[in-house]
C-alpha cells in the first residue's frame, strides 16, 4: 500500500478521506488539521497565557505536544501545563510523573493541583459515601470547577482541552439523548467570554481518536496507558461502543454530528444564554444561585455524616 501523495510506503488509510498516507504526510495531515482548528477557535493576542490541562493520557499529551510544537517559538505568548490529581489511589500520580516529565522536556512549565486542596474531598471519599451517582458525575463537575478557578489564579486567558472529535461527538449525542439542550449550549470551545469563566480550546476537536493513538505512536511521544479504575461505570462507553458501530457503516458520521452541531450551535446559544452570576456558596460562576458542584459537595457531606451516624458505636 504506496501513500497516496508520494510513492513512499503508507502506514494508514484514511476512510473518510479516501486516501493512504506515510508517515510524513500522516502527521503533516493531522498538523494542517489542527492548526485550521485552532485558527477558527481563537486569534491570540500578544502576551496571551495559555493553560494547557494534561491528564498524561495520548489526547492531552499530544495536545501539549502540538501546542508546543506550534506555539512554542512564540515568544509574546506564555503556555503552562497544569495536572488535576482527582484522588483516585495512586492513578492520577502516575500519570502526572509522566506528563510532568514530557513538559520539562518541552520546556513548559508543569504543576499539580488537587481535588482534595480545592473541593476538600477525593474521588475515592466520593465512591465510598455515594452508592447511588457514579464518581464520574462528581469528578467531571470538579474537575472544570478546579481548572477554571487555577486557570484564573495564574491569569489564564485561555484554557486547552486534550479532547478529541470522539469525545465531542459522544457529549453532542448524550445531550441530545438526554434532552439538555442548555447543556448541549455549553459545549466548547467558547468564542464569548464571560465574566469569571475562563473560555477552552480544543485543538483536536476534527482528530479521530485512532488517529491521535497512531500519531502519538509515530511521534513516540509518551503518555500513560492505563485508564482509569471508575471509567467502566460511565455510560459514556455504550455511547463510544454506539457511535463506533456506526463509524464502520459511515466512516465520516463522528465530522456529520459535529457539523450538525455547529449549525446549531448559534440557535441554541441564543436561546439558552443566560447571564453567570457568582455562586452564594464559592463564587464561582453559575447560571442558579448554587453551582453544581457545591450541590454535589452538599450532597457528599450529607451522605458521609449518614455514614457516620449509622457506623457510631451503640452506647
Known sequence: M??????REAVTYIRYAGIN??????????????????????????????????????????????????FGNWEELEIMAVTVDEGIGDFRKNCAKIAHEFSSSLNIEHRVITFKDYIGITTDEVVRADKELKPCTYCGVFRRKVLNQYAKEIRANYLVLGLNLDDIAQSIIMNITRGDVARLARLAPHKKIKKGFVPRIIPLRR????????????????????????????????????????????????????????EIKPFVEEKYAKELRPCKICGEPTTGEICKACQLKMRFEKLSKGDQRHSAPQG
Do not use: W
Open 2 to 7: 504506496k501513500c497516496s501523495k508520494c510513492n
Open 21 to 70: 498516507l506515510c508517515r510524513e504526510h500522516f502527521l503533516s495531515f493531522i498538523d494542517r488539521k489542527v492548526k485550521r482548528e485552532i485558527r477558527e477557535q481563537v486569534h491570540f493576542k500578544k502576551d496571551d497565557r495559555i493553560l494547557i490541562a494534561v491528564s498524561g493520557g495520548k489526547d492531552s499529551m499530544l495536545t501539549l505536544y502540538l501546542m508546543s510544537k506550534i
Open 207 to 262: 482528530v479521530l481518536e485512532e488517529e491521535v493513538r497512531l500519531y502519538v505512536k509515530l511521534a513516540n511521544i509518551p503518555y500513560y496507558q492505563g485508564r482509569c479504575p471508575y471509567a467502566p461505570l460511565a455510560i459514556r462507553d455504550e455511547y463510544r461502543e454506539f457511535l463506533n458501530n456506526l463509524e464502520k457503516r459511515d466512516p465520516a458520521v463522528k465530522f456529520s454530528i459535529l457539523k450538525f452541531f455547529d
